[in-house]
């Protein structure tokens, strides 16, 4: 969320110097100007983000290593559009962005600009920028949201950088276009780009492919490409240094092209979406490309390259996801971490926590996976702020989208994500307009939205929370076809279907619900109807910032109705939980249901512990099984736990209590068609670590497979018998 972003896990390199590396570690200290922000050691400038208005493009120089030379140019008067490491696009609608004409030596025919102040955030590890851009000749015709995270260096010196794009076309498509590499044999550049200092020599150039040099790798489609070489001015003080690009899998053509010059009339490399062909973006339509920049000492490394970026990307284990100091989970599997003392609810007596097997799988590069098993024996999940297939979707901002999905497989290890889909909801006046409740009942798909305030990053008394209040929940859309054609939901975000408000941070109480797991296509459920459950708060007095958000609350609420098109947006025909029978215990009184949603009564309660909850029912066990995720600061590490019952309503016991699950895991649920014919065997459903590096914390993916993206994780609940 971020909208939630991925800066994945770090893997440690060994790369191989041509000189010694640096003797001893410096101090280093962020330097926050009002139009850029420099990381200094000692004396040194290892590097400065300029981002002032009268930039017009922003740049990073110099660039270098602790203690080394500075490897990047600024305005070459070869080319003095070039800046050091930069982004800029070629032709937009066919207006140049990239070189400055000849009647205008200083600015290009399109100018980007920066629009209104960054935000800058710094911690010891790390630093974050954000910025919004326009892009405009007579009227603006695209619009930016970047971030940019970079952090602390490395023992070896070496840092990364992670940069995060999303652009919207505004009033009109917008065609993106470059100069054909066929017309003309240096043509086919724009994008990310570094430009090397005039110093740079003995040239390195490798992609992930193995390609090496001009002929081989310029032009080509590759995971990554590295650009080293030899820099410094006298030979007694050269350094053997580097930079490596990182293209993301949920970049829109990924794995991209890359352009490649590597000869000292031209020290630059980038990457070169629009190599092959142009690209048009309809008017109003998003994407999202993100990069990781790793500078590095020495030549680069095919080998340490390639387990840096799957480690950064979610495809394989890096270092940087060895168990964590006094790791939860114990030699045979078992989860165990020390339940709060506050704890109100007691242990189960049948389930007596989670052991992991080790099996587990990842997909596609988004959050916010819910899947629900249709009549047709597939699943069919929402997904959003991030990539599937190539297609992205972004919840933040008037132009706000959702995701759907189907999941085709019986195996968790061999799911197909396909036929995915993205639809814009208006979410004003709130900032933001995410997926929750997702339902395919009777071969119609009801999908439900909520909304988010004020930002997807707002700092408060000098701490960045991440959407810190929770919105009202909207309604339903609704697809009689399986997602390929949607009806709107009747409801707005200004006339929710519960009529809840929260534009001032006022609490919630069933601002994100999701259905219930009742099995196939409702096999299971106990009258025919569909159950949302839901955690809120009820009191917003003196309470701490982000009490009540998408991943924080207190309680959690029950409602239902009777699945169908005509009910499913109309709140008359729902009934909330109201409590028990006057003057019986919460294990025995009779649930009261009402129509009245004023009434509502929690089924569950943990003040300042409780978050997004999803429920299912394990039919092999007759129990309920409830996921809670308590998201802390909604940027820190997160907590999950799994509560049983014989009813939905409750009485709720205590099955396993995970401290820093993922470590940052989240809308944790357990999809029904995984669950094994003994009850014991299940698959958790979650994604992890969308903040990690930019909130300060580097998060391991623990248990190993956790990343941004829908993680699968096979667990068995144990039994009485386990424990002897």
């Known amino acids: 969320m971020l909208n939630r972003m991925t800066f994945a896990t770090v893997a440690a390199l060994c790369f191989v110097p041509v000189v010694g590396a640096w003797a001893d570690a410096p101090t280093y200290r962020w330097k926050t100007e009002k139009d850029s922000l420099s990381l200094v050691a000692g004396q040194q400038v290892v590097y400065t983000f300029h981002f002032g208005a009268a930039e017009g493009c922003p740049y990073v120089h110099p660039l270098s ?4 030379p500075v490897m990047s140019a600024l305005a070459p008067a070869d080319h003095p559009w070039h800046r050091g490491l930069w982004f800029s696009w070629k032709f937009l609608n066919g207006v140049n962005y990239w070189e400055f004409p000849r009647n205008h030596p200083n600015q290009p025919d399109g100018k980007t600009a920066v629009v209104g102040p960054a935000t800058v955030h710094t911690t010891e590890s790390a630093a974050n920028v954000k910025l919004k851009l326009e892009y405009c000749k007579a009227q603006v015709v695209l619009s930016e949201e970047r971030t940019w995270i970079a952090s602390r260096p490395r023992a070896d010196g070496s840092y990364t950088i992670d940069w995060m794009s999303t652009f919207t076309a505004k009033g009109q498509d917008v065609v993106f276009e470059r100069t054909p590499p066929k017309q003309a044999s ?6 990310l780009g570094f430009r090397a200092s005039a110093t740079m020599r003995e040239f390195h150039a490798i992609d992930s492919g193995g390609r090496s040099g001009r002929a081989r790798a310029h032009g080509k489609q590759a995971d990554w490409m590295d650009y080293s070489g030899v820099f410094g001015e006298k030979k007694e003080k050269a350094v053997a240094a580097g930079m490596t690009i990182f293209d993301h899998p ?4 990924h794995p991209t092209h890359w352009y490649l010059s590597d000869n000292a009339g031209l020290p630059y490399f980038g990457t070169a979406l629009l190599f092959a062909e142009p690209l048009t973006l309809k008017a109003g339509e998003s994407f999202t490309l993100k990069y990781r920049i790793l500078v590095h000492a020495g030549l680069g490394d095919k080998a340490a390259l390639e387990k840096e970026y799957e480690a950064w990307a979610g495809v394989k284990q890096g270092p940087h996801d060895a168990p964590p100091p006094n790791a939860a989970i114990g030699p045979d599997g078992v989860w165990r971490s020390k339940t709060p003392a506050d704890c109100p609810f007691k242990p189960s007596e049948t389930l007596l926590g989670l052991q992991f097997t080790g099996r587990h799988a990842e997909y596609a590069h988004a959050d916010t996976w819910y899947p629900s098993w249709a009549s047709d024996g597939n699943l069919y999940s929402p997904w959003t702020d991030g990539g599937v ?18 999941i085709l497989g019986d195996d968790p290890l061999k799911l197909k994500v396909v036929e995915q889909g993205v639809y814009k909801s208006e979410p004003s006046p709130y900032a933001g307009r995410y997926p929750c409740g997702s339902l395919v009942h009777n071969g119609v798909w009801y999908y439900g939205t909520y909304c988010l305030h004020p930002a997807g990053d707002v700092a408060h008394e000098g701490t960045h929370y991440n959407w810190p209040w929770l919105g009202p929940f909207v309604g339903f859309r609704y697809s009689t076809d399986f997602g390929k054609t949607w009806t ?18 006022e609490p919630v109480k069933i601002g994100s619900p999701h259905i219930v797991d009742f099995g196939k296509n409702l096999e299971h459920s106990p009258d025919g109807k569909a159950y949302l459950v839901g955690h809120g708060a009820s009191d917003g007095a003196k309470r701490r910032f982000a009490y009540n958000s998408w991943i924080t609350g207190d309680e959690i609420y029950l409602a239902r109705v009777t699945p169908s098109i005509e009910n499913i947006n109309d709140v008359s025909k729902y009934e909330f939980f109201a409590g028990r029978a006057s003057g019986s215990s919460d294990a025995e009184g009779k649930p009261l249901w009402t129509s009245d949603f004023s009434k509502i009564k929690p089924i569950a309660a943990w003040k300042d512990n409780m978050g997004c909850v999803t429920m299912t029912y394990n039919a092999a066990l007759k129990k309920y099984l409830m996921c809670v995720t308590d998201g802390t600061t909604t940027y820190g590490y997160f907590n999950t736990y799994i509560l049983e019952s014989d009813q939905i309503v409750g009485p709720w016991k205590l099955v396993t209590y995970m401290k820093h699950f993922g470590e940052q895991a989240y809308f944790v649920n357990i999809p029904s068609k995984f669950i094994g014919g003994d009850g014991r065997k299940l698959w958790l459903c979650f994604a992890a670590n969308f903040s990690s590096g930019g909130s300060g914390i580097t998060f391991r993916s623990y248990p190993f497979g956790g990343r941004y993206g829908m993680c699968l994780q096979e667990v068995n609940i144990l039994s009485p018998s386990d424990r002897r």
């Open 65 to 68: 290593l602790p203690g080394g």
């Open 389 to 406: 297939n190539g297609l992205h979707s972004d919840s933040g901002g008037k132009n706000a989208t959702t995701g759907y999905a189907k």
């Open 250 to 253: 949920s970049n829109p053509r």
């Open 488 to 505: 709107q939901t009747p409801c707005t975000p200004a006339k929710p279907l519960f009529g809840e408000a929260a534009l001032k941070g």
């Open 186 to 191: 240096w043509g086919g550049y724009g994008g």
